[in-house]
């Protein structure tokens, strides 16, 4: 994979390997796009004042997303984050109710403001006549509201939820199911996302990926490599903007 500073320099790809420039730039939402950490706040009260817990609770909401998909069921990603977060408190013994996990987690989830590069980075894009589309395990409501409430919705050309398909990413059919609907080939799609699985996906799908490396994220070592690998959405745009 390459270095953080050789893609800074904006360089693709070796011209011999290179990727056909895509027809689709999919994008995942939660902290890819919009900022979790202001979550901090309300799932901390939740637990008691433990506000280190959120990436614990987002990582098991993660993880079960992910069991509901092997296992053949599926309940939107509201009611596994709820789940998710009643099973935090109980590993640390503290109370909640299931009410309690709602409004610590729901309304503040759809209220994420975007990243500081994000904005300008889909007006660029999407002036430079790429087709903007979200791909997102948040519900159709749930993605509609957050980037209403982002500014971001007007950005889009489309925003696919897995509430249509009923898997989670990073299965393989969601990324297929996605390309499809877009009515292009996967290697005609390229997956930003700030999460390693999202992007390790989206490669063995058969997508090109570029992973943003968010603060406290990182790339799993042995899923096929991202394409781009970047600090931010301004310079994946500059890469792929460049002439």
Request: aromatic residues 6%.
């Amino acid at each position: 994979m390459a270095s953080l500073s050789s893609v800074a320099q904006a360089q693709k790809p070796n011209p011999e390997q290179e990727n056909p420039m895509p027809k689709v730039i999919f994008f995942d939402v939660n902290e890819t796009l919009l900022d979790l950490e202001s979550m901090r706040e309300s799932v901390g009260a939740a637990l008691g004042g433990r506000n280190d817990l959120l990436p614990l609770w987002f990582s098991t909401m993660l993880h079960y997303s992910l069991v509901e998909s092997a296992t053949g069921r599926y309940h939107h990603f509201g009611q596994v984050g709820v789940a998710a977060l009643m099973m935090v408190a109980e590993i640390n013994d503290i109370a909640i109710t299931e009410q309690d996990a709602k409004k610590a987690i729901v309304e503040p989830l759809r209220s994420l403001p975007p990243h500081p590069d994000v904005k300008q980075g889909l007006i660029a894009l999407k002036k430079a006549g790429f087709t903007l589309v979200s791909l997102t395990n948040s519900s159709n409501a749930g993605v509609k509201a957050q980037f209403e409430n982002a500014g971001l919705l007007d950005l889009f050309d489309r925003r696919l939820s897995v509430e249509d398909i009923e898997l989670y990413k990073p299965h393989l059919k969601t990324y297929q199911w996605a390309a499809e609907q877009m009515g292009i080939q996967t290697d005609q799609a390229l997956m930003v996302a700030a999460h390693g699985w999202d992007t390790a996906g989206a490669k063995a799908a058969g997508m090109q990926a570029a992973f943003i490396q968010r603060p406290g994220k990182v790339s799993y070592r042995l899923a096929i490599d991202a394409d781009y690998t970047v600090k931010n959405l301004t310079e994946l745009t500059d890469i792929l903007l460049k002439p």
